[in-house]
């Protein structure tokens, strides 16, 4: 079964940083590209960074690109989101995602999310 | 980047009822173009991948057609189970993008 567990979430003070984590058990992670997508409280899903199997290709949403940095270990089959100079707007819930392609790349698989909260 | 657009942004519909919702990409983006069901509380579900390709376990009551710019999804029978908001996402460009959401309520 494939399983995708955030964790890392918690309560930061304004221009805080904050590394969250993704632990993924039930399939081959090293073959799939992954995602972070977020939540704000009451709003809609924001895609926030991709990273390839490899790591090869990293892409971030504009929103965050020059602050957050996505990465992996294969190793440990886990997927990283290190968030610095955090602002009152990056407050929200986390989900890591899987992706894989099939006639164009799609999130198949989901965690239950880490919120984070950026607040004095 | 490409923007999304979903109409209605919410919707009243009864037990039974057809469901349309509409997305448009900016520009086009052939048919890359996600459908995912998302509960309050809950993480987002797959529904439909390349427009109308349904993911694994969704029941066939979902569809989605289009390409271009202009995407629908339809639920041709309403189930009480689901009553929820209805995002679309591009993976056209490597920037993902995701539609604005549609929440589907009971009338």
């Known amino acids: 079964e494939v399983q995708l567990v955030e964790s890392g979430g918690g309560l930061v003070k304004p221009g805080g940083s904050l590394r969250l984590s993704c632990a993924a058990s039930?399939?081959?992670?090293?073959?799939?590209?992954m995602n972070w997508v977020r939540q704000a409280p009451g709003k809609g899903l924001e895609w926030v960074s991709s990273?390839?199997?490899?790591?090869?290709?990293?892409y971030y949403a504009d929103s965050v690109k020059g602050r957050f940095t996505i990465s992996r270990d294969n190793a440990k089959n886990s997927l990283y989101l290190q968030m610095n100079s955090l602002r009152a707007e990056d407050t929200a819930v986390y989900y890591c995602?899987?992706?894989?392609?099939?006639?164009?790349?799609?999130?198949?698989?989901w965690g239950q999310g880490t919120l984070v909260t950026v607040s004095s | 980047d490409i923007q999304m657009t979903q109409s209605p942004s919410s919707l009243s519909a009864s037990v039974g009822d057809r469901v349309t919702i509409t997305c448009r990409a900016s520009?086009?983006?052939?048919?890359?173009l996600n459908w995912y069901q998302q509960k309050p509380g809950k993480a987002p579900k797959l529904l439909i991948y390349?427009?109308?390709s349904l993911q694994s376990g969704v029941p066939s009551r979902f569809s989605g057609s289009g390409s271009g710019t202009d995407f629908t999804l339809t639920i041709s029978s309403l189930q009480p189970e689901d009553f929820a908001t209805y995002y679309c996402?591009?993976?056209?460009?490597?920037?993902?993008?995701f539609g604005p959401g549609t929440k589907v309520d009971i009338k």
């Open positions: 039930g399939f081959t992670f090293s073959s799939y590209s």
């Open positions: 520009q086009s983006i052939s048919s890359y």
């Open positions: 990273i390839s199997s490899s790591s090869s290709y990293i």
């Open positions: 995602a899987r992706e894989r392609y099939s006639s164009g790349w799609l999130a198949d698989y």
């Open positions: 996402q591009q993976s056209y460009s490597t920037l993902r993008t």
């Open positions: 390349a427009a109308s």
